[in-house]
């Protein structure tokens, strides 16, 4: 049984504790850390999000062993795990800490602001006796596993065209709005679109070069659409917002166009995943029983059981994946295509 910490019980957080009851055979939350009084006690009613467990509500926590200070925890001789789900801005801070007091480490993603930051949390990975993953839960999603398989094997012919979206209101869930501050989320880019990066190094590997315009809200970014380049007979596009008005909510989904059928998934629709095939018929693949939260956390798990480091999702591609959403920022700025 792995004892668990959790720093952090807003919408991430609670969706990540939901996980851990499901797996309860394997790993137990022991402790739990967030600043705010009522939070720590399980009274998450108040806490919102866009997807999953979208709306919290009041939890019993039993015996598990409140902290108000992060630091506190990661003393704590029960706590063998440590799940991060802060602030963007607090990650590097948390997970070196961590990986020094000896933990295992799961922090959601991105791994941090910038590419020194990574860096530096990727230097105490590489000297630290746990394990560490970033949570990129979209490459455990099970339409997203699929689409990964399908490119892989070649089972509808070549991939000749690909468009990622993840679009999105407003989020205004936040505590005291910290999403919405560039400074400690790193804006839409690298909370929201940062999935898509992750995601498409994961698809088809780093690209020659990235093209993308962006459009501002009070100087930050809160849309940007960008252009992948690999190669003269695919097309990449990837689109990630979160500037719709509220009645929008959360969308994500994929086109793929093979050259013997297209695949699409839409969450906002509720339909299944669809292959569309070159005969005119249809086909609804069956997909596993669990979401990306639940599979990635099972997964980091079966890491540790084993004695192994990620390689589904491993520290150096989530640095990639910051720095390919830079690197669009960078092209939007200049207004010229980045050389990756």
């Known amino acids: 049984m792995i004892g668990v910490g959790l720093i952090g019980a807003g919408f991430i957080g609670r969706n990540h504790f939901n996980q851990y009851e499901k797996l309860g055979q394997r790993a137990k939350v022991v402790a739990l850390c967030d600043k705010e009084p009522q939070r720590r006690a399980g009274d998450w009613s ?19 062993k409140p902290y108000a200070e992060w630091r506190d925890l990661l003393a704590d001789p029960k706590v063998q795990m440590v799940d991060i ?23 959601e993603k991105p791994m941090a602001l910038t590419v020194e930051a990574c860096d530096k949390v990727l230097s105490a990975a590489a000297k630290a ?10 490459r455990f999603w099970p339409e997203c596993v699929y689409l990964k398989q399908a490119i892989d094997d070649k089972r509808f012919g070549k991939l000749k065209a690909l468009s990622l979206r993840r679009q999105a209101s407003t989020p205004t869930y936040s505590l005291n709005d910290w999403i919405l501050d560039p400074k400690l989320s790193g804006g839409a880019i690298l909370d929201l679109h940062v999935h898509d990066t992750d995601w498409a190094l ?18 930050s970014p809160d849309r940007v659409h ?22 929008f909510g959360f969308n994500m989904g994929f086109t793929a166009r093979f050259e013997k059928a297209a695949v699409m998934f839409e969450l906002s629709n509720g339909k299944p995943l669809t292959v569309f095939k070159e005969d005119g018929s249809t086909e609804t693949p069956t997909m596993g029983p669990n979401d990306g939260y639940f599979n990635e956390i099972d997964y980091f798990l079966g890491c540790i059981e084993r004695g192994a480091g990620p390689n589904v999702s491993t520290p150096g ?17 200049t207004g010229q295509s980045a050389r990756v």
């Open 46 to 64: 108040g806490v919102g999000g866009n997807i999953g467990d979208a709306q919290g509500t009041k939890r019993d926590l039993g015996d598990i």
């Open 85 to 107: 789900c802060v602030p963007t801005y607090l990650h590097p801070e948390m997970s070196i800490a961590a990986l020094d007091a000896g933990k295992h480490v799961l922090c």
């Open 129 to 138: 006796k746990g394990r560490f993953m970033i949570a990129q839960c979209i």
């Open 202 to 219: 994961h698809l088809l590997g780093t690209p020659q070069t990235i093209t993308a315009q962006v459009s501002k809200r009070n100087g």
């Open 226 to 247: 960008s252009l992948w380049y690999y190669r003269p007979d695919l097309v990449l596009q990837i689109e990630g917002f979160w500037d719709m008005p509220s009645a």
């Open 317 to 333: 591609e989530s640095r990639e994946a910051v720095r390919m959403a830079l690197l669009e920022k960078e092209s939007a700025k």
